[in-house]
């Protein structure tokens, strides 16, 4: 029986069938086709049996390939069994084919007069082979895949008047081991048109992540995943095992470790792209290249580091990231402090560190003989403390010089990159003698006319003592007459003296090598009567000059005193202790180790103070920068100073300004006279003065954040409490050089310190008429002069006594100043207010967060007594011990009063309500029968009285007392 024609025109119907399933054909990048039968070009080679089954009907399409497809539609007849079987198809390694099959099926029911032996389905197998020939297959050799029906997935084709239905289905085979396989299709009375098989595996594709890129790879048979190892692209290096798993449909999945870019690289998309010149980068686990570091460069691409600019330099440990760096300046302002055979160095850092906070300082030493003769390295013979190399302070004690020894101390900055630097060292040098001084005058016998010495010979003499020289003078007549008488032995009897005159002695020894210093003055009156005064206390001078001892007996090191002839004047004042003490020198610059200061109004002519003491600096050198106040005399400006062979530095300038008479140009001079003549790391430097043009100019170093009192309030609350221990330590050291050279300030305030960058403090201010002229806080006092009330001490105010005591007494204030970031001292009570308050015995209270030990230290600046108030020395002890040992710090002043008015010690009205609110009530019966029953009773109440009446406990004393200061405080307040 003839086959049924499915349809009525088949090239018609074929030609819409393929070009529907064309449409369908951008297969998946991740599929790999074994078999396409719309794409083959040949026969397709399939083998159909028996002959009247399957038919392959091909058509042209429009470019003349043909295009194959089977059909069969034996639905008339029952018992159908016809195959269709594929050539062998290699599975090309994968272990899991897909089968697409396109194919329209007729329904049973729309073929008229079918018998019910019509089928709707037919069947899938395939065998597995390593033969590509086989020319037959039974049967039972084939497996099934499945049986195939039309189902819902379709493409509606219109084929003329009719729609028909394009199906499309797809099956897997896994676990293939063969070298391929034959498809089979059975057909068993079913009408059916093949459109299309596709055989197809597949994989997954080629893919690049976290910079390493993984291969095209099969996927696995069944549902197995295919670990896969990644490898690193170019120019990146593993930094974690890259991995991922090939899922059998074809997707990566699970990354894992990842490559990264090697030094000079940088990831961009996919690939590690190298730095651009400029750029670097060092470390691969650095993500992107970034810029040189300043003064580096990178002149080619794939820099892994910057190579440094000339002069510049890294070490190894330097990170790459670090600019480059260079070796430190000169460290500058030297400063020698000559003990007898010891010197103390000290010298500020560098201007430029070199961009390094690691400079440290090394002293270098070269010595040469008093005569200048024999001159070589210093040897192993000194000691240095801390040491010698490596020095982390500004400052360093060398001990065991040789007396009467030239000494050069070379100070070199280093820092880590000085060693592969091959400029030549930054040094600053300070020369020094050392003396042969003859430090002791042991005894003295004295009657009318004579007085007889003893003396002991310097420690160290550079040589035999071949004699001593015996200088002496009537006090005050220098000037006049001196005599000069020499002794072999270490003793002599000076003759033929007036008697009941004061007389000062100096001594020196000579030697080999010449003449050492003098040593200590000692003034001796004769008596009116004779008489012998060894042993008395009030006559007698036994007087040890030792430095163990620490007694020192007015050393004057006047190196200059030359045994030519030529010699300097100068006339004691009046010694009484708490007096001004003045030393006049006339003709003479400053010496070095000179500690008494010279007042300018001594010289006849002050213009000559001016040029022994001031720096004439030619006006070229500076160069103005900006306006930065105004002073008493004109404006006050920054600017740089250049001088000859000399580092360029900051300085301040301050100006007279034009029109001033003569007397305006001498004060203001003055300054410089008596600025000159200090110099120490607290006292503001001054750098020198233009007066051959104008204007006429004062010269200092620069102090960038000003004055101390604008420069806390700016700064409320910012600093550590060390921090301003350490300001006050400054000022408190400063000021002890200034009373060891008996200059007495008059105007210590905050308002006239100033303060650098690295936060050092430095006392300034010393013109002649500043306390009368220049400082606005200076009032008038009854007795007429002019007196900045707040800061001054009683004694001051009241008869003019102005003494270092006072300049403690003012010391006091600024350290209130200081911790209370600037407060105005008594805030806002009147001068008057003031004046009377002090004299009641009150004293300003503990400002807020004050340590209880600062407190007291400013009460003890406070004594009445000017005699009981420390010393500068001892302040500047007391300070070091609390920046050695903070924790003394802790402990807070109790001045809770000024900040909360409501505490109970500000309601309480009774004694024993107060010591039961400061919770000192175990006291109550001390007090009561001490007599102190009404709150007004215990308002100046002492140490002592406490301790008398039990209260011993040094907490419960300071406890109770600072709380009394509360009430005074308040007794202040209301009554003043
Ligand atoms: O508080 P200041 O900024 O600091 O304003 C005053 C002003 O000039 C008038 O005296 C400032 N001043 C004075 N001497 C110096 C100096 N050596 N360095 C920096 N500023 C200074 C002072």
């Keep these: 029986m003839a086959p049924v024609r499915i349809y009525p025109s088949l090239r018609f119907l074929l030609l819409h069938l393929l070009a529907a399933a064309r449409a369908v054909r951008n297969y998946p990048e991740n599929e790999v086709t074994l078999l396409d039968s719309m794409s083959a070009l040949g026969d397709l080679g399939w083998e159909a049996y028996p002959a009247e089954g399957w038919e392959e009907i091909s058509v042209m399409d429009e470019r003349n390939t043909p295009m194959r497809t089977y059909q069969v539609c034996n639905v008339m007849e029952a018992n159908q069994n016809n195959w269709l079987r594929t050539r062998h198809i290699a599975r090309d390694g994968a272990q899991r084919v897909y089968i697409e099959i396109k194919f329209t099926l007729r329904d049973c029911n729309s073929l008229p007069g079918v018998p019910g032996t019509c089928k709707e389905t037919f069947n899938m197998f395939y065998y597995e082979s390593n033969n590509p020939n086989l020319w037959f297959i039974k049967e039972s050799q084939y497996v099934k895949i499945d049986t195939i029906a039309a189902d819902e997935s379709f493409t509606q084709v219109d084929v003329g008047d009719r729609v028909m239905k394009l199906n499309t289905e797809v099956r897997d085979i896994s676990n293939l081991s063969k070298k391929g396989f034959y498809l089979a299709f059975q057909d068993v009375g079913a009408c059916i048109a093949l459109v299309s098989v596709r055989v197809f595996y597949k994989k997954c594709p080629l893919t690049v992540l976290n910079l390493a890129q993984f291969p095209d790879t099969v996927t696995g048979g069944d549902s197995a995943l295919v670990e896969v190892r ?78 440094c600019d000339k002069d510049f330099y890294r070490t190894h440990t330097d990170p790459r990231s670090m600019a480059c760096t260079r070796s430190p300046s000169a460290p500058e302002n030297p400063i020698s402090t000559i003990n007898e055979t010891s010197v103390t160095l000290e010298w500020s850092p560098p201007r430029e560190n070199g961009g390094r906070g690691d400079v440290t300082y090394s002293i270098h030493c070269k010595k040469c003989s008093g005569d200048g003769r024999k001159c070589g390295p210093c040897g192993s013979g000194l000691h240095f403390v801390p040491r010698q190399f490596g020095l982390s302070d500004t400052k360093v004690l060398v001990t065991d010089l040789q007396p009467h020894t030239n000494y050069t101390f070379s100070i070199e900055a280093v820092n880590g990159v000085s060693d592969l630097s091959p400029s030549p060292k930054q040094l600053v040098s300070v020369n020094i003698t050392t003396s042969q001084t003859v430090s002791v005058i042991l005894k003295e016998r004295k009657s009318k006319d004579s007085v007889t010495l003893a003396w002991q010979g310097p420690d160290r003499a550079s040589g035999a003592i071949v004699e001593y020289e015996v200088i002496y003078y009537e006090k005050n007549q220098r000037d006049q007459n001196y005599t000069v008488l020499k002794t072999k032995s270490n003793m002599m009897t000076v003759e033929g003296l007036k008697p009941g005159t004061t007389y000062v002695f100096r001594v020196r020894a000579r030697t080999d090598g010449g003449y050492g210093n003098y040593g200590g003055e000692i003034e001796l009156e004769t008596s009116h009567e004779d008489m012998l005064a060894i042993g008395d206390p009030n006559q007698s001078t036994i007087l040890a000059v030792s430095i163990a001892g620490g007694i020192v007996l007015l050393i004057f090191l006047v190196a200059c005193f030359v045994v030519s002839g030529r010699h300097c004047g100068y006339i004691k004042a009046k010694q009484d202790p708490d007096e001004e003490k003045m030393q006049f020198q006339h003709g003479r610059v400053k010496l070095p180790g000179s500690r008494t200061y010279i007042h300018p109004h001594t010289y006849e002519d002050p213009n000559q103070a001016v040029r022994d003491f001031a720096k004439e600096i030619d006006a070229s050198c500076i160069r103005i920068e900006r306006v930065i106040g105004a002073g008493e005399f004109g404006e006050v400006c920054s600017g740089r ?21 003569e007397k305006q140009r001498r004060d203001f001079l003055s300054e410089a006279s008596i600025m000159g003549q200090f110099d120490h790391p607290n006292i503001i430097r001054l750098e020198g003065v233009v007066t051959r043009c104008k204007p006429v100019m004062i010269i200092t170093e620069y102090m960038e954040n000003g004055s101390l009192d604008t420069f806390l309030k700016k700064h409320d609350g910012q600093f550590t409490i060390i921090q301003l221990v350490g300001m006050l330590r400054g000022i408190a050291s400063g000021m002890k050089y200034l009373s060891d050279m008996n200059y007495v300030h008059r105007d210590l305030a905050a308002r006239n310190i100033l303060v650098n960058s690295n936060l050092v403090c430095k006392v300034s201010d010393f013109g002649l008429s500043r306390v009368l002229e220049d400082d606005p806080e200076a009032a008038y006092t009854t007795r007429g002069g002019k007196i900045p009330i707040r800061w001054t001490a009683p ?13 403690v007494w003012s010391y006091g204030i600024v350290m209130w100043e200081v911790i209370s970031y600037g407060e105005r001292p008594y805030w806002e009570m009147s001068n008057q207010d003031v004046i009377k308050a002090i004299d009641e015995g009150y004293r300003l209270p503990a400002p807020m967060d004050c340590p209880l030990v600062l407190h007291q230290l400013m009460l003890d600046c406070w004594e009445k007594g000017r005699s009981e108030r420390p010393k500068f020395g001892q302040i500047v002890n007391t300070l070091d011990k609390l920046i050695r040992n903070p924790s003394i710090l802790k402990e807070l002043a109790n001045c809770s009063m000024w900040e909360d008015p409501t505490t109970p010690e500000f309601s309480v009205g009774t004694v024993e309500e107060w010591l039961d609110a400061i919770k000192m009530g175990q006291y109550k019966e001390n007090f009561a029968s001490a007599g102190y029953v009404t709150l007004d009773s215990i308002l100046y109440i002492s140490v002592s009285e406490l301790v008398k009446m039990g209260v011993t406990l040094v ?22």
Aim: hydrophobic share 30%.
């Design 230 to 307: 990644g490898a690193c692209v170019n120019d990146s290096e593993e930094f974690e095992a890259p991995r991922m798993y090939c899922s059998a449909d074809g997707g990566w999945l699970v990354p894992i470790g990842r490559c990264i870019c090697k030094p000079g690289f940088e990831e961009h998309k996919d690939i590690c792209q190298p730095c651009r010149p400029g750029s670097y980068k060092a470390s691969s686990m650095d993500t992107y290249c970034t810029k040189c570091p300043p003064h580096s460069y990178s002149p080619q691409e794939k820099a892994s580091e910057c190579a």
């Design 641 to 661: 100073l250049k001088l000859p062979s000399k580092r360029e530095i900051y300085v301040a300038i301050k100006s007279l300004k034009a029109g001033y008479s």
């Design 795 to 807: 004694e001051a105010i009241a008869y003019r006594k102005f003494t270092s005591a006072s300049d």
């Design 955 to 976: 907490g419960h004393q300071k406890k109770i007392l600072s709380s009394v200061q509360g009430l005074q405080a308040r007794g202040t307040h209301v009554h003043v």
